[in-house]
């Protein structure tokens, strides 16, 4: 009964390919995020998403891309796999709110090592 | 430039002790939050302090916040090796009324050994 959980764990593949990383919430949040962290342990937001709006940091190179299906998941697809690509991924998740950000509720991550 | 800078980066301490982390911030904010992270896992939202709120409590962990110094500081009171973890603050920034997104420092890495 994970509250937010991603998959894969682990996902090595060679530069150039293209990879998917799934996101799924059980808490009927309707506010969903993907966060990247370095390898110094710096978090730095993604995207955001609900429903109404995406939300995307400029700094995000266009080769990734969000997709939602339903309110439920949101999903990363990244296409042309860099080496600078490797970090770990963090999906998360928080109940809407007006005028300030409520806590966020996190997935365990997906290390991805491009090779 | 980054937000929210922890300090120290890295703490040691023996169980029982207290351990005592900073966050400075820059800009304005409706709130200040901090989330604990072990090993290989997720963050853990730990406490939530309002702008207008001087001081929190949730079970050993003490928030005080302080908006005209920008400051933060989390306090772990007799502290246990489960307590070993990275902990990192994330500020909740006002810009004037438009919403951003929570923004994390760099967390300090704390050690308590048995």
């Known amino acids: 009964d994970t509250a937010v959980s991603q998959t894969p764990k682990y996902l090595v593949t060679q530069m150039g390919n293209d990879k998917s990383i799934k996101c799924e919430q059980n808490?009927?949040?309707?506010?969903m995020y993907w966060y990247k962290q370095d390898s110094k342990k710096f978090l730095k937001i993604m995207f955001s998403?609900?429903?109404?709006?995406?939300?995307i940091n400029e700094t995000v190179p266009n080769r990734f891309s969000p997709k939602s299906p339903d309110k439920a998941h949101l999903n990363l697809h990244i296409n042309s796999l860099e080496l600078g690509d490797s970090a770990v991924y963090f999906c998360?998740?928080?109940?809407?709110?007006?005028?300030?950000?409520?806590?966020?509720?996190f997935g365990n991550g997906t290390r991805l090592t491009v090779t | 430039s980054q937000q929210g800078e922890e300090d120290p980066q890295a703490l040691s301490i023996q169980e029982g002790e207290n351990a005592t982390m900073n966050c400075s911030y820059k800009?304005?904010?409706?709130?200040l939050q901090w989330y604990r992270q072990n090993s290989g896992r997720g963050l853990v939202h730990l406490i939530l302090?309002?702008?207008?709120?001087r001081e929190k409590h949730s079970g050993r962990l003490r928030v005080t916040l302080d908006t005209s110094k920008k400051s933060s500081s989390l306090l772990i009171t007799a502290s246990r090796a489960a307590d070993t973890a990275s902990y990192f603050c994330?500020?909740?920034?006002?810009?004037?009324?438009?919403?951003?997104?929570?923004?994390f420092g760099k967390g300090t890495k704390l050690s308590v050994k048995p």
């Open positions: 998360a998740s928080s109940q809407e709110s007006r005028g300030y950000n409520s806590p966020l509720h």
């Open positions: 808490l009927g949040h309707d506010t």
């Open positions: 998403y609900n429903n109404k709006e995406l939300i």
């Open positions: 800009t304005s904010i409706n709130n």
């Open positions: 302090i309002r702008s207008n709120e």
């Open positions: 994330a500020t909740d920034p006002n810009y004037g009324g438009s919403q951003g997104n929570l923004i």
